[in-house]
């Protein structure tokens, strides 16, 4: 069976995606569709797509699990980096425009529903949680450092 130019290039979005976040987007202007994909822009690409195509390449790509929630107008957002920052600015949209619902969606190879993209959404930036680590990482050595100088301070009382 030969494929249509779009199966193929769909395919290549599904197969170069680091995770799929499948939406609807019943109901919001052209202009909201706009400002959504300008806020995630820097790690994902977001285009309105056909059920019957998204589903054959969804398929050509080995992807099975988002067969249910191709119902509706859909809209596909493929992530190509961050994907919790994706997730969160999905969030934020649909907060502020309710017309966007998260269906569900990919990540690591694995289905997730619409909640646990939520989930995802809630963690906070990588940057955050590395500055976390690092603090965590710090205190223990300070503590060490500090134990270490009274230490000192007091062999030099007892000495002198």
């Known amino acids: 069976m ?25 109901g919001l202007t052209v202009a909201q569709l706009k400002q959504l994909r300008n806020s995630i822009r820097q790690d994902a690409s977001y285009a309105v797509v056909k059920n019957t ?3 054959i390449a969804l398929h050509n790509a080995g992807i099975t699990s988002l067969d249910e929630d191709l119902k509706g107008p859909s809209a596909v ?15 934020d949209f649909a907060k502020a425009n309710p017309l966007l619902v998260i269906k569900g969606g990919i990540f690591e190879g694995n289905a997730l529903s619409a909640d646990e993209v939520n989930m995802y959404a809630s963690l906070e930036s990588r940057e955050v949680l590395l500055a976390k680590l690092a603090g965590a990482m710090k205190a223990p050595l300070v503590k060490v450092v500090r134990t270490v100088d009274a230490l000192r301070e007091r062999r030099e009382e007892v000495l002198t």
């Open 2 to 26: 030969r494929q249509s130019a779009a199966i193929i290039e769909l395919t290549k979005e599904f197969e170069n995606s680091n995770a799929v976040l499948l939406t609807e987007y019943r």
């Open 53 to 55: 195509r998204t589903k």
């Open 77 to 91: 957002a493929w992530v190509h980096g961050d994907f919790a920052a994706t997730a969160k600015a999905l969030r």
